[in-house]
């Protein structure tokens, strides 16, 4: 079975500052690895994701993750946090693109002006 | 592409009623299509994987006949929330596998609340 744990329910930066979202996963096979960001009422909205080769992933709006296999993690960073960047954030794990997702219990960044 | 709507944004019911819930793929076909709950400040949750065709397959601790779900086209899915009761007040997302693409694309939500 996989699952996810994402540490921090609740992480707070200042406007300009570093964005670190952490995500460990377990999976017995390689893993495919999401980030989404949902915000207030809405849907979920891909982020980026990880299904081979490359190991550092960009996605939308300035944010990138890394897949580190011998960590079993795929943290999320943004060098330079914007107000706009506050909602909660899920990291998620698959085994395959028709599969379903196993989805962390979510982060919810606040950016502080 | 690969764009999945879900119909009605949003709904209100009184308890005891059905409520049904539509998930399409609008610009392509999708056999599989996963349906998830999220609780409020919760995470999403799997509820059943409806294959276009068969018959559903539920995760455990989800009541098949209280969760009604009919695939009966390649880009409709439908998710009926039987005599639905304050309890089942949530938000369902689904989603819709792209097999030439060997991803899914996720739904907007329906937000249900039950009074």
């Known amino acids: 079975a996989q699952s996810v744990t994402q540490l921090g329910s609740h992480v707070s930066v200042s406007e300009g500052a570093l964005v670190l979202l952490r995500c460990n996963y377990s999976s017995s096979v390689p893993p495919y690895l999401f980030w989404y960001v949902q915000y207030p009422n809405q849907g979920l909205q891909l982020l980026l994701k990880?299904?081979?080769?490359?190991?550092l992933v960009k996605g939308i709006n300035g944010f990138e993750a890394e897949f580190k296999k011998s960590e079993t993690s795929f943290h999320l960073t943004k060098p330079s946090a914007h107000m706009s960047d506050a909602a909660e954030y899920f990291c998620a794990v698959t085994l395959s693109g028709n599969t379903p997702l196993v989805f962390g219990k979510g982060t919810r960044l606040s950016v502080i002006a | 592409g690969a764009v999945v709507s879900q119909h009605p944004s949003r709904v209100i019911c009184k308890s005891g009623t059905s409520v049904k819930i539509e998930c399409r793929s609008l610009d392509f076909q999708a056999t599989t299509m996963f349906w998830y709950r999220q609780f409020p400040k919760q995470s999403l949750m799997l509820m059943a994987t409806?294959?276009?065709?068969?018959?559903?397959?539920?995760e455990q601790g989800v009541e098949k006949d209280k969760f009604l779900i009919n695939h009966a086209s390649l880009t409709l899915s439908t998710l009926t929330v039987t005599s639905a009761h304050p309890e089942d007040s949530s938000f369902y997302i689904c989603?819709?596998?792209?097999?030439?693409?060997?991803?899914?694309?996720f739904g907007p939500g329906t937000r249900l609340t039950v009074l």
């Open positions: 989603s819709a596998i792209l097999q030439a693409k060997n991803e899914q694309f």
């Open positions: 990880y299904t081979t080769g490359a190991t």
């Open positions: 409806s294959n276009e065709g068969s018959k559903a397959t539920y």
